[in-house]
């Protein structure tokens, strides 16, 4: 466990996404990164550092229509470039000769699809290992001058869909190889690309200060956690908004976290253990395990991958003091990017002088624990806490050890695991999921 208040900033929603379908999307998605390379020389003026001081407010986002017009400016974009996409090649129309290009009628509109990213996605049992669906060649086998020409068909399984026939197929395909592709199928390429492309990214996210996470905040009972499907949904559709859940009734035993964390899927294991208890003890390895204060902090940040989800499971609170208190970082990220931008871009750069470092960071520290920002709350025994460890920092406040005895049983679950787990569910539940950023609509 670390104490380290500078916590990772939200450097996931600024990474491009997996750009597979075209060599161009990966151009535009990288356009975010480069915007916050061009801060690199740029320092916070002496005068925005002295002195500094936040008015804190409600949490802030742009607005709805700020976000729309931004969107819509993107998407106009993404489109110019789409028309610009097969510049120069013929482009192969239904029952027509081959191309490099095909257009294809969707919803009583012409889309140009790259025949590259048709062939390449080929789902035929030839291209796809019919058990595992994971794919038998590399991109990198598509040879450079592929064309291809389609017709339509009524595929029994996946509807209406075009078939295509390839000339300089990928070496070892004979002439009878067609790939099929369902219309719905192709609905849904266009769509994620054009998002893609215009840099849109869904994000269901709620930045929370103390009176808001007090009006939405969530309890769940262990049982209904534990035996139905749609109160975790509930539950982890909640936790992925606002990176804070509880859990109530919670049975007196070591394993219940272990339970609750299996529910998600496999622990993330650690040099601390696969779960590990928080209770004062001499000579503690660690902060935690000792009576002190603990400030605001993220845990294991200086690993490679610091574990997503922390559990905390309350076996014993028979001590007075303890509290719990928790602050959404992106809350003070997006409160200190409003009101003191140069701070916000010193800590968005790296490297840094470590004066700069030190004034942004007194800045961004004040808005974290700033009493408007924490939510405190003394968990009870039976009570668990699931929390965002890169987005939610902890505290705790002083116990008196003499008096009784306080003991957290701990756990924690990385991200992959966690996301598997609430897609698999928005698919059950909402016939969609949401991949880094991009909706993603369930298929036949
Ligand atoms: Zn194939």
């Known amino acids: 466990m670390s104490l380290n208040i500078t916590n990772k900033l939200s450097l996931r929603s600024l990474s491009s996404g997996p750009a597979r379908n075209c060599c161009r999307v990966t151009a535009v998605a990288q356009r975010r990164p480069l915007v916050f390379k061009s801060f690199w020389s740029r320092s916070p003026k002496v005068a925005e550092q002295a002195e500094w001081s936040p008015t804190t407010t409600g949490p802030t986002r742009p607005t709805k229509q700020e976000a729309k017009q931004l969107q819509e400016q993107e998407l106009k974009q993404a489109k110019q470039q789409e028309a610009l996409s097969c510049e120069g090649s013929n482009i192969g129309q239904l029952d027509g000769s081959p191309a490099k290009c095909i257009a294809v009628n969707i919803d009583g509109v012409p889309r140009i699809f790259d025949t590259v990213f048709l062939r390449d996605s080929c789902p035929c049992p030839k291209c796809r290992d019919p058990d595992s669906k994971q794919k038998v060649f590399q991109t990198s086998d598509v040879p450079e001058d592929l064309e291809g020409s389609y017709k339509m068909v009524v595929d029994q399984e996946k509807g209406p869909s075009i078939e295509l026939e390839w000339k300089n197929d990928v070496k070892g395909y004979g002439s009878?190889?067609?790939?099929?592709?369902?219309?719905d199928w192709l609905r849904r390429a266009l769509n994620t690309e054009v998002e893609l492309r215009g840099g849109v990214r869904h994000d269901e996210r709620v930045l929370w200060d103390r009176e808001k996470i007090t009006k939405d905040n969530k309890w769940v009972d262990y049982k209904e956690y534990m035996s139905q499907d749609d109160t975790l949904f509930d539950a982890l559709t909640h936790l992925n908004r606002y990176g804070l859940l509880f859990i109530k009734n919670v049975p007196d035993s070591q394993e219940s976290v272990v339970d609750l964390a299996s529910r998600i899927g496999t622990l993330k294991d650690t040099f601390y253990g696969r779960t590990w208890d928080v209770r004062s003890k001499p000579k503690a390895e660690n902060i935690a395990y000792t009576p002190q204060f603990l400030g605001l902090h993220m845990d294991l940040l200086y690993t490679t991958n610091p574990p997503h989800l922390q559990l905390l499971h309350s076996l014993r609170a028979r001590t007075p003091g303890g509290e719990s208190f928790f602050s959404d970082s992106y809350h003070a990220a997006h409160q200190l990017q409003r009101l003191a931008?140069?701070?916000?871009?010193?800590?968005?750069?790296?490297?840094?002088?470590?004066?700069?470092?030190?004034?942004?960071?007194?800045?961004?520290?004040?808005?974290?624990?700033a009493e408007e920002s924490l939510y405190e709350y003394r968990l009870n025994e039976g009570e668990c806490v699931i929390f965002d460890n890169r987005r939610v920092l902890h505290a705790r406040r002083a116990f008196d050890a003499t008096k009784g005895e306080r003991w957290l049983k701990g756990a924690y679950v990385d991200d992959d695991v966690f996301f598997s787990k609430l897609r698999v569910l928005e698919e059950k539940y909402e016939g969609k999921?949401?991949?880094?950023?991009?909706?993603?609509?369930?298929?036949?």
């Open 433 to 444: 999921w949401l991949a880094e950023g991009v909706v993603r609509h369930a298929l036949k």
């Open 176 to 183: 009878e190889h067609r790939t099929r592709h369902s219309i």
């Open 341 to 369: 931008a140069s701070h916000f871009r010193t800590l968005c750069t790296f490297p840094t002088s470590l004066r700069s470092f030190i004034a942004a960071s007194h800045a961004y520290e004040k808005l974290l624990s």
